[in-house]
Structure formats: C-alpha cells, structure tokens
C-alpha cells in the first residue's frame, strides 16, 4: 500500500509560480507510474501530468502544456509539479495519485490506486 501526502499549495497572484510536492510512504515507489489531478468546485477530478516509473516518459494536459512540468525522484519518493505562469483558472485542489496499472503514466482517474488528501492552489487575477 502507498501513501501520499501533497504540499506547496497556497494562494498566489496570476503568473506566479508554484511548486507542488508529494511524498509517497513506502519501498516500492519506483513500481508505480505517478500523476497529478485537479478538481475545482463544481466540477469533476481533471487529469493534469503523469510520469512513468522511472521518469523518462511524462504527459499533461493540453491546458499546462507548456507551464507545468511534472518530475520524481525515486530515490526520495517524491514526485513535484511545478507551475508557472499560474492563471485564475488554475485555481482548484491539486491531489497526486499513484498507478500500479502498468509502467507509463496515465490519464484517467479509475486508472489509479491510491490518492492523496490535497492541496489547494488558489489564483487570483
């Protein structure tokens, strides 16, 4: 079993940057592919990044191409989200999630085993 604890949230102004971080209890981080979501009020979980197993293969969504890059560290067990130039609409609860469902990332909800409590990321204009 894996648990992840999120950090690095908080509240910033439009095109600031922040840096989120998840820590993953456990020996055996290295075996699951890791991702970000997001969930606004209101609306459902979003797929953000994911990153394979061993970090060579990432994915985002189309909407932080470009501004969010997602990383990990076995070694620590950690995986990061970093985010720039951080519009409004960014503004939502950031969870981490991890996948047994094979090496590469994924980008669908049901594909992941174990989540997080969350993070909020608050922008203002």
């Known amino acids: 079993q894996v648990q992840l604890v999120e950090s690095g949230g908080g509240l910033v102004q439009a095109g600031a940057s922040l840096r989120l971080s998840c820590a993953a209890s456990?020996?055996?981080?290295?075996?699951?592919?890791m991702g970000w979501f997001r969930q606004a009020p209101g609306k459902e979980r979003e797929f953000v990044a994911a990153?394979?197993?061993?970090?060579?293969?990432?994915y985002y969504a189309n909407f932080v191409k470009g501004r969010f890059t997602i990383s990990r560290d076995n070694a620590k067990n950690m995986v990061y989200l970093q985010m720039n130039s951080l519009k409004p609409e960014d503004t939502a609860v950031y969870y981490c999630?991890?996948?047994?469902?094979?090496?590469?990332?994924?980008?669908?909800?049901?594909?992941?085993?174990?989540w997080g409590q969350g993070t909020q990321v608050t922008v203002s204009s």
């Open positions: 456990g020996r055996t981080f290295s075996s699951y592919a």
């Open positions: 990153i394979s197993r061993s970090g060579g293969t990432t």
């Open positions: 999630a991890a996948s047994s469902n094979g090496p590469r990332g994924r980008t669908t909800p049901w594909e992941y085993d174990y």
